[in-house]
């Protein structure tokens, strides 16, 4: 075999790396804007359907523009906000077992939820995964997270034997314990920034 | 052959990880097939063209910036062009690095073949790995969701309204294990040539 100068091999090394870092840039670059894009979509597809509209990915842009305005909430106007007509649509993300968890919720004007959806990065399938179904999303619709006369925010919850009257309680998923204490926290901790628009009726 | 008597994942037993993690669904299991071929291919004829230009010392260092290049490109290609199958298979695309099956072919072929050789003998090997995968996410997404390729079939079939339910344990890893494990029982059963003496 032939031997090579220590002079050649890190030559040789800068080179490559040279190449492959150029390479790299490129792609990145010019693929950029297809991914944002792509990433906005997502979004506004997610969106559309806590408002109870199933777009794909070729109209979702268009349902987006006619049906969704975007808006600020409360006197910093640091919380964002989707409107569709009276629906306020409110986004939450929290920590799963595995990674990033995220959702957007759909209240009417006295704040009962109308619809939500949720997704996640690196949920078990079949177990924590299950929150992206549609099957889970539907268990939150006509839950509140206030009492019945706004005086207090009261968080929904993610617990074993939910009691189907209460409106404040959703069934876990059995074998996702960890995602579902993820979504209940998710729940409270970002919805409850929102409680002092929550706490009287719209 | 690549796909069968050296069939990288039943008997040479390389790619497990991969398998179990990204076969519960066919689609994003075609998909990663599809990327795994594309790497192992270009990343064979990529080393193979540079190996008399490759000094031994660093050849290991060298094979794995080809193969990470490849590999985040073939990463950003998937989230512009295939978004939602890029976000079904998550790091698994990213883990394409760490596969045995292509560092392997890398230094055990293309390092002392020609790059037309070593590009089929990427090729076979990719093909080699998307057959298991085909065969396990067929099986795990029609156990274990009742579709195929998103299709509802056994919705349309009508045996939920049987009393038919979909057993959990096939989209879960164990059960690819155990579905892989049949295989290669299967493999070695039929061909005596497999056989440890």
Redesign the interface.
Known sequence: MRSFSNRYIVLYAAALVAVAALLLTVVSVSLQPRQQHNRQLETQRMILKAAGIDATPADAGRLYAAHIREVRLLEQDSLTAWMYGTSCILPVRGNGLWGPIWGYICFDRDWTVTGAVFDHQGETPGLGGEIATEAFARRFIGKSCTDTSYTRFVPIVLTKHADPASRHEVDAISGGTMTSNGVTAMLRDCLSKYQDCMLHER | MPWSRQNPVTVQVLGVCSCLAVT??LKPAVVMAASVTAVVMLSNLVISLLR???????RI??QL??V??LV??TD??L???A?DVS?QL??YVGLIITNCIVMGRLEAFAMTHGPWESLLDGLGNGLGYAFILVVLGVVRELF?SGTLWGFPVAERLGLYRLGYENN?LF??APMALILMGLVIWLQRNSDSGLQEK
């Open positions: 519960a669904q008399h230009t490759i000094p031994p010392r660093i260092i060298v910036v080809v990470a290049t985040v490109v950003q290609l989230k512009a062009y978004y976000r998550s790091v274990g959990g989209v879960m």
